[in-house]
C-alpha cells in the first residue's frame, strides 16, 4: 500500500520528522511517500498563511494521484486544504487534525488540545466544531511555541509544551491530549508517559485511518461536497491548476 | 495482534458473519478472536434488549483481558454498554457505530444511517448526538428489517435494505450510508457498488481502528470517565461480577 | 394512588432514607412501595455499575407492574435503566435526575449540581445533554464523596457538600443546585436554608411528578422509542428477563 | 393550598375553560383561584399582544401575591411574561407551555406541539430553544384555528386540530402531542384516546406542577435572574407597577 | 431619511445622550428623530422592568410610523419589544443589543459584552442564543453600574466599567467588547483606545445598519413571524394600543 | 468614502455587475473602486476553485491597502478568504455572504439562501454554522445554475431561481430569500417584488456594512484570530506572498 503524506509548508526537516513518525506505525506493506510543498510559507501560524499554503499542497497532491497511491494525509494540524484535496482526489484523503481529534475520541470521553501559538486556536477550534468533535474537546490550548522552535533542539519547547499538557490535566480534566502541530509527532510516547494520559499524535493516527480505510476499500464520495471539480479557465499564475475536463 | 469481537446477542450465526466480515479486512498478523454473548437477549432491538444484553457483553470482555488481547470492538450498532467495557477493560475498545460514523466522516461531508426497525433509531441518534457526530449526519432511516431477518436467505431483506439507501441518497443528499446493524456486514461492498457512493460496515471500520490504536500505542484514558471500577460487594445473581481490588 | 421507587442498588439502608423522603411529599391518598435491588451493585459509581445495576432494577419494576402501580420512580440520580424500563413498564417511569432538573429549570434561570464522585459527572453531563437541560445547567461537580459514605453517621459528607454548593453559587452563578445523589434526599432543605438559594432532592420532586402524570391520566407513548420489547428467547442467566408475546 | 391560575388575555369565557380543566386535576385539599386579565388584548396570537398582555398579567399576579398564594399559573401557551412575573412573585411561576414541554418529555423520546395561527410558532420555537426542549421537540405545527373560534361551538376548530395532530403522528414521529393554546384544554383527553397517543395539556400539568413546588417547598430563587425589581420611579399610564422597595 | 430612534425608557437625559450619539455617526442626509417613552420604568434593568417598558416603546412606534420614517431603532441593549416592534412598523426595526452584536461579528472572531448589573446577563445571553451570536460571544459580564448611575457625572461608572473591560480582554480573549447599555453609547471610543481593542458601541451601530436597511430597499418581512396583528378588541387603560384593520 | 470592492473570480464582466449593484446603494461620498483577481479561477464553484482563488484575492488586498482604502468587500458568496484577509488587512473586510446573512437576521425570524449549483451548499451551511446564523436559516437551496450561465442573457438562468425562491417560501416558510451568488446582484429587486418577500443581495448589504464600519470608526480587532502575519520566508512561485516585518 503506498500513503502519500504531504507537509503543506516548505521546511524540508519537519517533513522528514512527520515521515519518520509515519513510518514507525505503517503496516509492514505500506510505503510511506513524504513530500514537502514546493511553494508557499516555511510554516503554517494563522489564517494568511493557511491560504498561501493551498496552492503547494494541491500541487502534491495531483502529482501523488498521477504517481498513483492509495491515500493522502495532509500534516498539518490545521487540516489545511482537506475539503478541496478530497474534491480533488481519487484516493481518500485524511487530515491530521482530524486523525488525532478521531482517534482521541474512542480512547477518552473528553480531550485537550495543546498546540502553539494562540494565533492558531481560532483555525482548531473551528474545524473541531465542523467536524462535531467540539463537544469532545474540552480546551484548546496554546504553548505559545513558534512552529519553527520545535526544530531547533536547543529550545525549551518541549518544557512549555508540557506544561501546557499538566494544565489541561489538572484544570481541563482533560482524560486524553492532542498534540496541536505536525512538528510535535516525535513528542508524544514521552510526554504521555510523563503525564499518565494518552497523548495523541494526528501524524501516527492519520496513517492508521489511512491503511484502514484503503483496506476497508472506502473512499470520498464525489456525490455532494467533494464531486470533482469542474472544468473552466484558470488565469495568471494558477492557470495550470485549471482543472482538466472528466 | 489479537483483536477480540464480541457480538452482544447470543445468536452465534450472526457471530461467524461477523468474525467473516473482520477478517476480510484485518491485517497478515492480526487474530480475530469472535465470541458470542452467553446470557441475554438473541438479538437486540431498543432499549429493553440492550440492557439486558450487558451483563453476557461484560463477561465476555473480562474473560477476554484475562486471555489478553490487544483490543476489544463490541459487535452491536447501538454500541451497547461501551462507556462501561471501557471502565472494565484494560485494552482499547471500540463499538462498531462509532466506527461507521468517523469512518464516514472521513470520506463524506454528511452520511445517513440505514438500520433495522425504527425502535432503534432513537438509540442511534442519541449515540450520534453524544458523540458530536449528529452534525454530519442527515438522516437516521429504519428498513423495517428485524435483526434475525438478516439470518434467513429467504427474507427480503437486502431489497428493503437498498431502497431505503436509494431514498437516503436522493431525500437527504446523503454522500455515504452507514449500515446500522452487525447483520447486515456482509452486505456493504454490493451495495456500495449498486448506488454509486460509499455504503460503510461497522464491523470492517472497526477492526481498522482496532489495530490504528494498537500500533499507535494508544488506549483508554483511566482519568475520568473511565477510571476502572471501584471495588465494592455485587449480590445475587450477579455477586461475581463484583469488581476486584484494583 | 401507588407509586412504587426501586432503588436499583442492593443497600436498604439507602432505600429507607429515600422512602421516608418520599414520603414527606407524598399527597394524603398517596401509598410509596420502596424497594430495593436484589442484584447488582451495593452503590451505582460510574458506567460499570451502572450496567450491571440494570437487570435487578428491571426485575423489580416487573414485579411492581404485576402488583399494579400508578407509576415508578428510579432512585439512582444517573437515571440507570430509564428508556429500558419506559420500554418495559404500562405505568410512566420517571428517574431522580432528570425529575431534579426539570424542577430546578422552573424556579432558576440556571442551576448546578452537586454529586458525589468525579467518576459520576460525565454520566449525569451526558443525561442533561440527552434531555436537553445542560442549557440549564451552569456546571456539574462532584464532592468527593462516595455514595455509602451518605450512609456513615460519622463522615465529614455533609460538609463537603456543602462547600461544594457554595462555590457553585459564587463561582458558577448558580441560582439553584441539585443535589446529584439519592443518599442526599435528607440534607436538601437545610442546605438550601444555608446557602439561600433553592437546593433541589430529586427524590421529592420525582415523587410530585409521578402523582402529577397519574392524576393527568398520561404515561409514556408506546409509539416509537418506547414500544413494548419484542417477543424472543433470552439465553443463559438471565433467560427469565425474556419479554412475554404482548 | 391556593393555586392562582391567571388568563392573560381578557376573554372571561376561556378563563372559566381553563379553571375547569385546572379544577379536574388539582388535589382535594387544593384551591384553583382563576382570574381575567383586566386589561389588553381579547386573545394573544403573535408578539404584538404578548407585549400587550404583559401590564395585565403582571397587576394579576400583584394582586393575588397580596391575596397569598401558593403558586401562580400563567394559562397562555407562549408563557408570556414568565420571566418578569418570576422577578415579580414570592411564590413560584409556571407558563403552561414550559409546564406542557417538561411532562412531554417524561412520557415520549420526541414530542410535537400542535398551536393555533402560523404566527404563534416562532414564538413557540425561540421558548422551546431557551428551555433546552427544541432537542426532544420534533415539529411545532399550526392548525390554522384562531384562539377565539376555540371559544366557538359552532366552528370545526376541533376537526382541524385533530388533522394537525395525525400529519404530526406519521409525518413527524410525534410520540406524544402537546395541545399549544389554553383554550384547547378541554379536547386533550379525547383527542389522545382517538390518535392513540398522549395527548397533552399544559394548564392539567401546570396545576400539578404547581401543587409539586408548593409540597416540596421550592420557590423561584431569588440570586440572580429573578431577584426582585429594584425601587424606581415609573411614569405616566403605568406609574401604578413602580415596584415598591423591598 | 428620517431614522426614529427611541429611548424605551423615559429618562430624557439618557435619550439626548443616545440622540448626540447617534448623530455622530449620521449620514448627512440622515435626520435623527429622538423620542423618550411616556410611560413606564425610568431605567430597564432585568426583566421586569423591560415588560413594564413595552407600552411605552410600542406607543412612540406607532407614533413615529403615522409621521413616517425610514426606521426604528430601540434603544435598549436588552432589544426590548423588537419582535413585537417588528410585527406592527412597516419601516424596520433594529435593536441596539443586536447591532452591536452582528457588527462585533465583523470585525472580531470572538467578543465579549460588558453591561450594567448582573441581573441583565440572563437577558443579553438570551437574545445571543437567539440571534445564533451567542457562538461569537465569549462572554457577558456585568460591570455592577446602575444605568442611572451612567447619567450621574461623579460616579466612578466609567472606572468600573473599565476594569471589566481589561478582565475580558486578559480572561477570555475577548478580541472586541460590545457596550451592554445605552448609556454608555459617549464611552466607546475612548475606552477603545485604552484597551487597544474594537469598544463598540450599539447605538452607533444601530444607526448605520439602519441607513444600510433604508438605502438598500429592505424592510421587515411580513410573511411570517411578523405578520400586522390581527384586529381585535383591547381592554382597560390599553384599550387604545388595539391593531386597527390593515 | 474609499471601498475597495474585489471580485475574487477573474471574470470581469462579473465585476462591472458587481460594481454597479455597488454603485447603487453607496453614498454620495463613498468611491467604489472595484477589481477583478488577476490569477485563479473564472469562477468559484466549490472547494478546489475557493482555494485556488485565495492568492489571487489577498494580492488584490495587498494592492488596495497600499493605495489606502477604508474597507475591503469580498465580492463571492463563499466568503472566500475572509478570515486571511482580516489578517493581512489594516481597513475591516466584508464578505457579501456574511453580509446578507447578518442584514436578512435583521428583517426576517428565518430566511433561505438560494444559490448556484448543489456543491456550494456545503461551503454556504460551513460558513453559516461558523457565524452562528444557521440558527436564523432555514434552507440552503441550489437554483442548478452554474456562476457564468448568469453572465449569459440568453440563459433560462433568472426562471429557475424564481422558481427556488418560491420553493424556499412555500416548503420551508422562509420570510426572506438571500441570493448566494455575486453573480445575482441585479435580481435581487425584481425577484423581491415578485415574490413579495425580501430578497437580499449581499453585495448591496456588504457595501453599507462598510460603509458603517468606516463611519463608526471600528475595524478588524488585531488582538487575537486577526493577528498580522509574522514575518518568514515563502517559497517558489508564491514568495513574493512572504508577509513584511511589521
Redesign the interface.
Known amino acids: 500500500m503506498r500513503i502519500h503524506i504531504v507537509n503543506p509548508n ?1 521546511t524540508a526537516s519537519m517533513t522528514d520528522k512527520i515521515a519518520a513518525a509515519a513510518r514507525v ?1 505503517a ?3 505500506t510505503d510511506i511517500l513524504a513530500a514537502t ?7 503554517i ?8 499554503a ?3 499542497l ?1 500541487a502534491a497532491i495531483t502529482e501523488a494521484e498521477s504517481a498513483g497511491v492509495d491515500a493522502h494525509i495532509i500534516a498539518c494540524f490545521d487540516d489545511t ?1 482537506l ?2 484535496a ?3 482526489a481519487g484516493a ?1 484523503v ?1 487530515g491530521i487534525g ?1 486523525a488525532g481529534f ?2 482521541a ?6 480531550f485537550a488540545v495543546v498546540t502553539t501559538l ?2 492558531s ?2 483555525v482548531i477550534e ?1 474545524n473541531l ?8 474537546c474540552c480546551a484548546v490550548r496554546a504553548s505559545d511555541v ?1 512552529v ?1 522552535e520545535l526544530e531547533d533542539p536547543l529550545s525549551d519547547a518541549r518544557a512549555r509544551i508540557s506544561a501546557e499538557i499538566g494544565r489541561a ?1 489538572r484544570e481541563d ?1 482533560a ?2 491530549v492532542v498534540l496541536g502541530c505536525a512538528g510535535m509527532a516525535d513528542l508524544a ?1 514521552a510526554l504521555g508517559e510523563e503525564h ?3 497523548v ?2 494526528g501524524v ?2 492519520a496513517v ?2 489511512a ?3 484503503a ?7 464525489k ?5 470533482p ?2 472544468s ?8 495550470d ?3 482538466r475536463e472528466t
Chains 1, 2, 3, 4, 5, 6 share one sequence.
Open positions: 516548505t506505525v503496516g509492514p506493506d510543498s514546493a511553494m508557499g510559507p516555511a510554516s501560524e494563522g489564517f494568511y498563511d493557511d491560504a498561501l493551498l496552492p503547494g494541491l486544504g475539503d478541496a478530497r474534491a480533488l481518500p485524511i482530524e478521531h482517534m475520541s474512542l480512547i477518552s470521553h473528553r494562540a494565533r486556536i481560532p473551528a466544531q465542523r467536524y462535531g468533535l467540539d463537544r469532545r513558534a519553527l490535566v480534566r482524560e486524553a510516547r499518565g494520559v494518552p495523541v499524535d501516527a493516527c492508521t485511518l491503511e484502514g480505510l483496506r476497508t476499500g472506502l473512499t470520498t464520495s456525490a455532494g461536497a467533494y464531486a471539480p469542474r473552466k479557465p484558470y488565469l495568471g499564475r494558477l492557470a491548476f485549471a482543472p
